[in-house]
């Protein structure tokens, strides 16, 4: 299938989900949505069996069709009158995708806007940093990409994903989540649990970013299976806080935004400060495993260039990569 094809196809079955939303509780019928789709009532039906399948509760009679009351759709043309620039959208939302970030990274570059966002209810192709899966439950998390196109060096980038991590976790606190914290470079705690977590992913040749893509899962209602992950996998919902997918979505796009913005205007001391309030590493005792082998100091923040600062022996390390495989009280 096309990619206009297939935008077309999300469109109307986005339409669907919005008219029903709109109606809650209330059952529409299947000639109402196809006048106001300008199709088939067959094709409403075939829309709706494949929102059905992808998770979405709606209940399907003779006499037409009902959303759940309880369910928490994402509906774009609800969200994108609420997102401020530059992370503006537009946005597109699927019941099921592959991977956020792989097409976000097609439309990247085939040219799309930044602060375009890409989501979806349900990947069946998810994954976090060093191709780790990510498992998760239709509609119980908060996925998405956001493509992004930063003025900056390919080295300068490697402060992309603190930014995002930043503006996440302000995005989480204004939705009621308390005391998120980062653990370097791309995971978002809360209550001694992982709660969320980044991947970054860019395209650049030795001088210039051409784009990036930051993919983000945010654990809402249930917790997901993580294999392999250093932290206690959480939920908002595990620490009494479970706003709306949509509202959440927006409160994080706007708060990554502000974060974004600064950084590109300002340059990057003030996301080393802010990093450092959030630090959940700092003067904690970290083992980070490399290729040539673990290194173990104490927390110390990050650099301008948003590498991992540990110290060893008296002598500060910066860290560009790594995995964090042991934390302990410094």
Not at 70 to 90: I, K, N, Q, T
Not at 289 to 305: E, F, H, K, R, Y
Request: hydrophobic share 40%.
């Amino acid at each position: 299938m096309a990619r206009q094809e297939r935008d077309d196809v999300a469109e109307r079955r986005e339409r669907i989900l919005a008219a029903l939303a709109a109606r809650p509780g209330e059952r529409v019928s299947g000639g109402a949505l196809a006048r106001e789709l300008g199709c088939s009532r067959a094709a409403v039906h075939r829309h709706v069996d494949a929102l059905r399948s992808a998770g979405m509760p709606i209940d399907a009679t003779r006499a037409g069709y009902v959303l759940d009351p309880a369910a928490d759709p994402v509906v774009p043309s609800a969200v994108m009158p609420l997102l401020s620039s530059p992370l503006g959208g537009p946005v597109t939302w699927t019941p099921e995708i592959g991977s956020t970030n792989d097409e976000a990274a097609a439309r990247a570059r085939a040219g799309a806007p930044e602060g375009t966002v890409i989501g979806s209810d349900h990947q069946t192709a998810g994954r976090g940093r060093r191709g780790r899966a990510w498992v998760d439950s239709p509609g119980e998390a908060l996925m998405f990409t956001v493509i992004l196109r930063p003025r900056v060096s390919p080295v300068g980038a490697g402060m992309l994903p603190i930014v995002v991590a930043l503006g996440l976790a302000d995005g989480l606190e204004a939705c009621g989540v308390r005391g998120a914290g980062i653990a370097w470079p791309n995971d978002v705690l809360a209550g001694g649990t992982k709660v969320a977590g980044i991947l970054c992913e860019m395209s650049a040749d030795q001088e210039r970013v051409g784009w990036a893509v930051a993919g983000m899962g945010i654990n809402v209602g249930s917790v997901p299976e993580v294999p392999g992950s250093r932290w206690t996998p959480g939920s908002l919902a595990g620490l009494g806080a479970r706003p709306r997918r949509g509202d959440l979505l927006v409160a994080v796009l706007g708060a990554i935004g502000r974060r974004y913005e600064a950084w590109l205007e300002h340059g990057p001391d003030a996301v080393v400060a802010a990093f450092g309030r959030r630090d959940h590493l700092a003067g904690r005792r970290v083992t980070v495993g490399t290729p040539a082998g673990d290194v173990t100091g104490t927390g110390g923040g990050i650099d301008p260039l948003g590498r991992l600062v540990i110290g060893v022996d008296g002598e500060e390390i910066a860290m560009s990569s790594g995995e964090v495989t042991g934390v302990e009280r410094g």
